[in-house]
């Protein structure tokens, strides 16, 4: 396999209306990252994943474009945009744009067009079905609740929205909208960006009259068309999202000889802590050793023939610390070092979420006015009509929601966290007069000298990149123990997931020294080894 500069790369995912404002209007910006990327280039990261900067209703915050080719003004302009670029290039960062290109937003020209009538040229861009027995076409169900179909009065046909009803979904069966597409691609790729991150790709190839959402059967002819016909041209990066992806399926698509994507996110450690077969508001505690078995299959099973993407949060997903360390003052940094460690440790390509350096956790809110998030707004709304508690509710909104990744970044103890002198647009955690990134770069021994360490360990050790996994005591209920080895040389990566101390019961291995530790001098003898809450010790063996 011919080396790539991803392969060894970290990237940083901002989501831009959080990140940092510039002009005090209360929402982040494109100048507001532009101040910050010394900040990230100090961190040692290769990448930034922008969360969408692109013309917007914000009907569900940038994710339903109305405007491919333009910036938001809110964020910025087109020229920000591009000095953004370059000052990155100044710093070796690049920039992955994500591309939404499953539905538009009901703003866009395309589907103002579509719905003026059955005859206008643009209504094929989009999914459109007449009523059966006076109702939807079918029950296919939106993803934010409710049916997935919406009635167009003026035509008397519904459309399909597999998110917010001003989300419509583009038929990517009609060729003229797999020109525009590329055409928009091509756009941004002529602009100098590092790569795109791919909205629910897995959704492209549907076929709502078999109600076949994910991985339908055109899905891998469009992306190797797209390849063809945009980035496969240029030097850049791809990760499709992809939530129903299994080891087989993700070898589709970034299998270098198939020419697809370079890599996807993968979610089936994300599902561990739902009851099966319910969502994800429905809470059960996590399976550990599930989680362990579920990782290392990843890690194993993709060989030659696919990359792995690694990640523990987004903008969709709980802050990690809360969800799966400890969020209290006393283990917050411990158990976030923790999860760090057991990630940047394995093979493939790390992700890092905005505040995720500096240890941010959960945003509990005691009414659903505090909420933003529409996929929360609607959830809550659906199950108080089928008759939740309101408080239950809430109960899964802290602790799923999405708003948790979304509060804004802090920099600072000042007012608001350095993130704005306005009104921000979602509050702040209130944590963030004692966890902000200036009390974190002012000692040596923070979650972002860590993070920062993790880095340099994956730039300076081909054994981090390129390494076999193999886990160790799958079956232990509290360590979570792995190898990686390369040539002659062995790392052991023990961890202990919990909030007591764990005794290491596996093989005893003769230790050449510890590479990274995140409690002061650590124990360096497997015989008798106790591992402390938290612990997490990687080792260099003889
Ligand atoms: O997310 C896809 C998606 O399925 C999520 O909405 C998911 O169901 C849920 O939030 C998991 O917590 C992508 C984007 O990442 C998300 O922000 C968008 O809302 C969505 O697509 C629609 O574009
Ligand atoms: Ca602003």
């Given at each position: 396999m011919e080396k790539k500069w991803w392969q060894d790369s970290v990237i940083y995912q901002i989501y831009p209306?959080?990140?940092?404002?510039?002009?005090?209007?209360?929402?982040g910006d494109l100048r507001g990252i532009i101040k910050r990327l010394d900040y990230l280039e100090k961190l040692g990261i290769d990448a930034i994943w922008l969360s969408p900067v692109y013309q917007s209703p914000n009907d569900d915050n940038g994710y339903d474009i109305s405007d491919y080719e333009s910036i938001l003004p809110e964020f910025g302009t087109m020229?920000?945009?591009?000095e953004l670029i370059a000052e990155?290039?100044?710093?070796?960062?690049?920039f992955i744009m994500d591309l939404v290109v499953?539905?538009?937003?009901d703003e866009h020209p395309w589907f103002i067009e579509a719905k003026k009538s059955k005859e206008n040229p643009y209504r094929d861009y989009y999914i459109w079905r007449d009523p059966v027995d006076g109702k939807e076409p079918n029950d296919l169900q939106s993803i934010f609740s409710g049916s997935a179909w919406e009635l167009d009065e003026t035509t008397g046909q519904y459309y399909l929205h597999l998110f917010s009803k001003k989300q419509p979904d583009l038929n990517w069966e009609n060729p003229a909208v797999q020109q525009e597409i590329w055409k928009l691609m091509n756009f941004w790729l002529k602009k100098g960006i590092g790569g795109f991150r791919m909205d629910v790709i897995d959704l492209?190839?549907?076929?709502p009259d078999q109600k076949i959402t994910g991985n339908g059967p055109r899905l891998h002819e469009y992306l190797k068309k797209m390849n063809q016909e945009t980035f496969g041209k240029y030097d850049v990066m791809t990760v499709g999202e992809t939530w129903g992806a299994t080891p087989e399926i993700a070898k589709l698509y970034s299998n270098p000889d198939r020419q697809e994507l370079s890599m996807v996110f993968q979610f089936e450690h994300i599902g561990l802590d739902e009851q099966p077969g319910k969502s994800k508001w429905d809470y059960q505690p996590l399976d550990f050793i599930k989680l362990k078995r579920v990782l290392s299959k990843w890690q194993t099973e993709l060989g030659n023939e696919g990359w792995n993407s690694l990640f523990w949060n987004n903008h969709d997903l709980p802050r990690i610390i809360s969800r799966w360390g400890n969020d209290s003052p006393e283990y917050r940094e411990l158990s976030g070092k923790m999860l760090a460690t057991l990630l940047h440790l394995m093979k493939g390509t790390p992700y890092i979420y905005q505040g995720e350096e500096i240890g941010m956790i959960n945003t509990p809110v005691s009414s659903i006015e505090e909420i933003d998030d529409i996929e929360s707004i609607n959830m809550y709304q659906e199950r108080i009509k089928q008759g939740y508690e309101s408080k239950d509710i809430l109960k899964s909104i802290n602790r799923k929601g999405r708003d948790n990744a979304r509060r804004p970044m802090q920099w600072d103890n000042s007012l608001n966290g350095g993130f704005t002198k306005g009104k921000p647009w979602l509050s702040l955690n209130e944590s963030y007069t004692e966890l902000n990134v200036e009390k974190a770069l002012a000692d040596p021994n923070s979650i972002f000298?860590?993070?920062?360490?993790?880095?340099?360990?994956?730039?300076?050790?081909?054994?981090v990149v390129w390494g076999d996994y193999k886990e160790l005591l799958p079956d232990d209920p509290h360590l979570f123990v792995y190898e990686r080895s390369l040539a002659n040389e062995k790392w052991l990566v023990m961890a202990n997931f919990y909030n007591k101390s764990a005794s290491y019961h596996g093989e005893i291995q003769e230790i050449d020294k510890v590479v990274l530790s995140n409690y002061p001098n650590p124990q360096q003898n497997l015989v008798g080894m106790?591992?402390?809450?938290?612990?997490v010790i990687v080792f260099k063996l003889k």
């Open positions: 209306r959080s990140f940092q404002d510039s002009n005090d209007d209360g929402i020229e920000d945009m591009e990155g290039k100044k710093r070796n960062i690049k499953n539905h538009t937003s492209v190839g549907k076929i000298y860590y993070y920062q360490q993790l880095i340099t360990l994956r730039k300076e050790n081909p054994l106790t591992l402390k809450p938290y612990e």
